[in-house]
């Protein structure tokens, strides 16, 4: 037994003409007018985003060992957001001539003793517990 496919039509779907040029060029006018909207709506949020406030904290230049006393050479200045955590050096004056008192790595933030002896570490004992307390000796 031979099963053959039924295709209603379209007339029963309220449609009409699928072909008609004055519909075709509706949805593509109408698909246009949503993708600059949406377009639009993502640029601003980006936008927005991008700009900001930055401020520049002191990190390590390159991987530098425990007990090493900071000279320039081995610190540089990199863009954090805004909102530095207390702690944070945003100058090289500070830091300089300071023993370190756990290794670091390249780019990780310089920060004092007494902040990181009230912090919880949580975030980062969860991910890195070795890596948690990187502090400069006062």
């Not at 230049?61 to 425990?66: E, F, G, I, Y």
């Not at 000279?71 to 001539?97: C, H, R, Y």
Request: glycine share 6%; charged share 20%.
């Amino acid at each position: 037994m031979r099963r053959e496919l039924y295709f209603a039509p379209a007339a029963q779907f309220g449609g009409g003409d699928f072909t008609n040029p004055k519909r075709i060029m509706l949805a593509f006018v109408m698909a246009a007018i949503l993708a600059t909207a949406f377009t639009w709506v993502v640029f601003k949020r980006i936008r927005a985003s991008a700009q900001r406030p930055v401020t520049q904290i002191v990190v390590a230049a390159n991987d530098l060992p425990a007990g090493v006393a900071l000279v320039d050479n081995d610190i540089t200045m990199l863009d954090w957001a805004s909102d530095v955590p207390p702690g944070f050096f945003t100058k090289k004056e500070d830091v300089l001539g300071h023993p370190l008192i756990h290794s670091l790595g390249a780019k990780e933030p310089i920060v004092k003793t007494t902040y990181w002896r009230r912090l919880t570490c949580l975030v980062t004992w969860a991910t890195s517990p070795r890596r948690c307390c990187r502090t400069l000796r006062s």
